[in-house]
């Protein structure tokens, strides 16, 4: 079976001849934000693994690709996860995206890639968007070195996690929901000082709302509590020693 990318999709699949697997990254909210590779990858695997079929055919009707779409999201990726790979195993070349951005980053996606390459199939990864990247950027912290913490704990652990992100002398990022935003800056405020330490919290990004407000821990929190927060959230907290070593440099 040909590279997708050089012949397009196979006519019938070849048991002697193993598949690839593409991890596709989809933007995070403006349609252009996909790389020419992407949309020419989408149209010719054999078929589109989504977290959100819904979500998905909006973006595959933009850019008119009608490859065949099968849902794939975390309530149902062990039980599809070994008719996939014996699909790859038997020719068919597989491209998996998520809702936005790119699968495996706090998405669907760690599972198949992992068990394609312990079975030695072929797995691509395309490079594309990812919300934390441009989030780290808007803050204009220190970023020779970070920490991507992802989503934090809902409940057991959140307070210990929160104490350690707190502590850190590297600067770190997360994602965070909108009805949880304010108490996780309450928290910070508490444990961080508040008129000293900074913050950065982006929202929609790329987005016709997007929005980063940048300041002491205090300030964000009293943005956000006159601005009632909307949309997806990347919280960009300071290292607790950036602040300092600046001042000891200039």
């Not at 996939?84 to 980053?105: E, R, Y």
């Not at 780290?136 to 996690?161: I, Q």
């Not at 987005?207 to 601005?227: C, M, Q």
Request: with cysteine.
């Amino acid at each position: 079976m040909q590279h997708p990318e050089a012949k397009g999709k196979s006519s019938q699949n070849h048991s002697d001849t193993v598949g690839k697997l593409y991890i596709i990254p989809t933007p995070i909210g403006n349609l252009g934000d996909i790389t020419f590779r992407a949309v020419e990858v989408l149209k010719n695997v054999d078929y589109i693994l989504a977290e959100d079929t819904r979500t998905s055919k909006v973006l595959l009707q933009h850019y008119q690709i009608n490859t065949p779409l099968h849902s794939f999201h975390q309530h149902n990726e062990h039980a599809k996860l070994q008719g996939i790979v014996n699909d790859i195993q038997q020719g068919k070349n597989v491209a998996q995206i998520s809702d936005a951005g790119t699968p495996g980053i706090s998405d669907p996606g760690f599972l198949l890639t992992r068990a394609c390459l312990q079975e030695n199939i072929p797995v691509d990864i395309l490079p594309g968007a990812t919300a934390f990247v441009p989030a780290l950027l808007k803050s204009g912290f220190a970023l020779h070195r970070f920490v991507f913490e992802g989503f934090l704990p809902m409940k057991k652990g959140r307070a210990t996690k929160l104490q350690q992100i707190a502590q850190s002398d590297t600067t770190t990022v997360f994602y965070e929901s909108p009805h949880k935003l304010l108490k996780t800056l309450e928290s910070l405020s508490e444990i961080c000082d508040p008129n000293q330490r900074r913050i950065s919290v982006s929202r929609e990004l790329t987005k016709k709302f997007e929005e980063t407000v940048t300041g002491s821990i205090k300030d964000v929190l009293n943005h956000f509590k006159t601005h009632a927060p909307k949309g997806e959230f990347v919280v960009t907290l300071e290292g607790i020693d950036s602040h300092k070593n600046k001042h000891e440099e200039d």
